[in-house]
């Protein structure tokens, strides 16, 4: 049986001009910014016109770890969304913007797939509306007035040694990790040993997403501690001036882009967080301003559970006041399989034992959303090859859970094979059974919030970090830090730091290698394991297979 990929679906899209998916929301044509006839920015003058509304229902599509397999998450929040305005329902999409680190490496593009997809694709895919690189721009600007500074006198007194502020790249390249600048003389500053770190990454990007308007924008770009003084006492980012001239790059990019799926219905794609090393959630602006427009806003948050949805709730809802009304946690039969031990090449026939040995994964991720008051939904994203009692063997583990699994086949059918999936959801999202909850409280000590997250969603022993670290998260409470919450930087791929340790571990450790203040954007970044805020490219990078056809259309894109 052979399908059409993703990318021929995409590119035979009926799309309607941008105006009217804007129409549906109720954003007249002055307040879009067209960036071509198929996408556009949202002005803040409207954003600030609809302050008043109600606000709509807000879902969180999560999913398990992620397995080589396949899980679906993006397909789902897009398939769910379509099938909530087929049943009737005024309902809008918020996802990330794409990387191109990603979109060129391994993990491949974040538009959905199937017949749930978001257009134009290959737009937001690759360079899309430009907001990526404003903030690479906006980011690096500061990095060069910071050398500059230090070259020009350094009246500040910023100790060479002590540059918290790093470069970045929208591009996975190792080679940058670990650089040394300003080599080649005199002329060309003090030389100093740095690094690179990936756009999304960045705590501009962080700000970005966080930020409710310009004005907010611009405080905490000027919030960003850059570097420090001999006595240890912090540089901020307003005292080398250069939040100004940041937020004027980043003007534009601060609008939420405004697109379509490929039945036509609204989506909101802002912002682009990783949720393994950064937040993992779209822009607070963006959902803010959906809510506001639609009766149910359809959100996701990176990765797993126990990332994007941890940081979702304990981050974002906590800095933006928003509380999810369900959870809908994605599992698919082939991941269920690779959990309970099967490999990649033997997930087609059949395996009911197999998907029961693989469902504690599912199991825990259901107990942690709960943990946080949140009525919790599985959407069983469905695949061709996925028998009846594989699906059953899922649902009535979920059962078991005090949950219901609904198997959904929007990939193949669209909106149409999420119907189901989006009455329940509706219904539960209706029925006020949320009594959200973030996991712990602002006051309580770093290293405590530290190991709440570590114990009670990893289900890790003990978190392990040396005295230096937590010295200096001593320190940031000192100096008036205690109260932010934690940003976990780990593997998505598993509960614990060691990628190969599927399923729901207990009995393992928490190592703490690195800590980073993001004063900005109000998160500690806690850096565990072998994770990298800069990715390498794997052995055969999905570069080598893109390129364009004789027509000068896209290919190997996916």
Request: proline share 4%.
């Amino acid at each position: 049986m052979s399908f059409k990929t993703d990318i021929e679906i995409a590119r035979e899209a009926k799309k309607r001009p941008i105006q009217e998916i804007g129409e549906k929301l109720g954003i007249s044509s002055d307040h879009l910014l067209p960036y071509g006839h198929d996408k556009a920015k949202v002005s803040q003058e409207f954003i600030n016109s609809v302050q008043g509304n109600r606000n709509g229902k807000l879902i969180l599509v999560t999913a398990i770890n992620p397995t080589p397999a396949g899980e679906g998450k993006t397909t789902t929040t897009v398939g769910l969304g379509d099938a909530l305005n087929r049943i009737g329902k005024k309902a809008a999409i918020c996802i990330r913007e794409a990387s191109l680190g990603p979109c060129f490496g391994m993990k491949g593009g974040a538009a959905g797939g199937g017949y749930a997809q978001v257009v134009p694709m290959e737009e937001m895919n690759l360079h899309f509306t430009g907001d990526f690189h404003a903030i690479t721009s906006a980011h690096n600007l500061l990095s060069a007035m910071i050398d500059n500074h230090i070259y020009w006198g350094n009246e500040l007194e910023i100790d060479e040694r002590r540059v918290a502020w790093r470069r970045v790249l929208d591009m996975n390249d190792r080679a940058l990790r670990d650089t040394v600048t300003s080599l080649g003389g005199v002329a060309n500053g003090f030389p100093r040993q740095t690094g690179f770190d990936i756009t999304v990454a960045s705590e501009v990007m962080a700000i970005l997403c966080l930020s409710n308007d310009l004005a907010d924008l611009q405080s905490r770009l000027g919030d960003i501690i850059v570097a420090y003084r001999r006595d240890r006492s912090p540089i901020y980012c307003r005292d080398i001036e250069a939040d100004g001239a940041m937020t004027v790059l980043l003007k534009d990019a601060m609008q939420p882009n405004l697109v379509q799926t490929l039945e036509n219905n609204p989506a909101f794609v802002h912002g682009g967080p990783f949720a393994n090393i950064a937040h993992g959630c779209n822009s607070v602006i963006a959902t803010k301003t959906a809510l506001k427009l639609a009766d149910y806003v359809v959100t996701e948050a990176g990765f797993g559970a126990d990332l994007g949805a941890e940081k979702f709730m304990n981050i974002k809802c906590r800095k933006a006041g928003l509380a999810p009304d369900v959870v809908v946690l994605v599992a698919t039969v082939r991941a269920m399989k690779m959990n309970g031990g099967v490999l990649k090449k033997d997930l087609g026939p059949e395996n009911v034992e197999a998907v029961i040995e693989g469902c504690p994964n599912l199991g825990r991720h259901i107990g942690n959303m709960k943990s946080f008051g949140v009525p919790v939904v599985v959407a069983i994203n469905h695949f061709v090859t996925d028998t009846d009692a594989e699906v059953q063997a899922i649902q009535e583990y979920v059962v078991s859970q005090g949950a219901e699994a609904i198997l959904s086949r929007h990939w193949e059918l669209g909106s149409e094979g999420a119907e189901y999936l989006a009455e329940r959801v509706a219904e539960i999202a209706d029925s006020g059974a949320s009594q959200f909850a973030p996991l712990y409280r602002d006051e309580l000590p770093l290293f405590e919030k530290i190991e709440r997250i570590a114990k009670s969603i990893y289900r890790a022993d003990e978190v392990i970090a040396d005295k230096k670290i937590r010295a200096q998260l001593r320190e940031w409470e000192d100096a008036g830090y205690g109260h932010l919450p934690i940003c976990v930087a780990k593997t998505q791929y598993s509960f614990s730091t060691d990628p190969e340790l599927r399923g729901a571990p207990t009995g393992h450790t928490l190592p703490v290698r690195e800590v980073r203040l993001s004063a900005g954007a109000g998160f500690v970044v806690v850096i565990c394991g072998d994770i990298m805020t800069m990715p390498g490219l794997p052995r055969t990078p999905a570069a080598k297979s893109i390129g364009l056809n004789d027509a000068g259309d896209v290919v190997g894109l996916f």
